[in-house]
């Protein structure tokens, strides 16, 4: 039902920034909460932001509020992440998801992207 593209991973250095990218497409689009993951190896994946198409609420995990913010453009299909102030613990593979529930989405989304790696540097 939902189709997720990410793109714009790349190495920057630490107190850099960087902009990661979903495209996003189905016909259920619209009624989709839309998320971002990040999962380092040997950790566990874990939530990073949400974002609904329609606007309102939004969420952040703790490590990341002040300097990631999740943004949309319903024109394009695409949320976007913006990443600032980047610290080399914030390397990770990052994943876009989507679910047609909030709560559904921060446990376990019905649809993953495939990822892209996000490298900081010292």
């Known amino acids: 039902q939902v189709q997720l593209v990410e793109s714009g991973g790349g190495l920057v250095q630490a107190g850099g920034s960087l902009r990661l990218s979903c495209a996003a497409s189905g016909r259920t689009l619209s009624r989709y909460v839309m998320g971002w993951f990040r999962q380092a190896p040997g950790k566990e994946r874990e939530f990073v932001a949400a974002?609904?198409?329609?606007?309102?609420?939004?969420d952040y995990a703790d490590s990341v509020k002040g300097r990631f913010t999740a943004s949309r453009d319903n024109a394009k299909n695409t949320v976007y992440l913006q990443m600032n102030s980047l610290k080399p613990e914030d390397t990770a593979v990052y994943y876009c998801?989507?679910?047609?529930?909030?709560?559904?989405?921060?446990?376990?989304?019905?649809?993953w992207g495939q990822g892209t790696q996000v490298t900081v540097s010292s």
């Open positions: 998801a989507s679910d047609p529930i909030y709560t559904t989405l921060i446990r376990m989304p019905a649809y």
């Open positions: 974002i609904r198409w329609s606007g309102g609420v939004t």
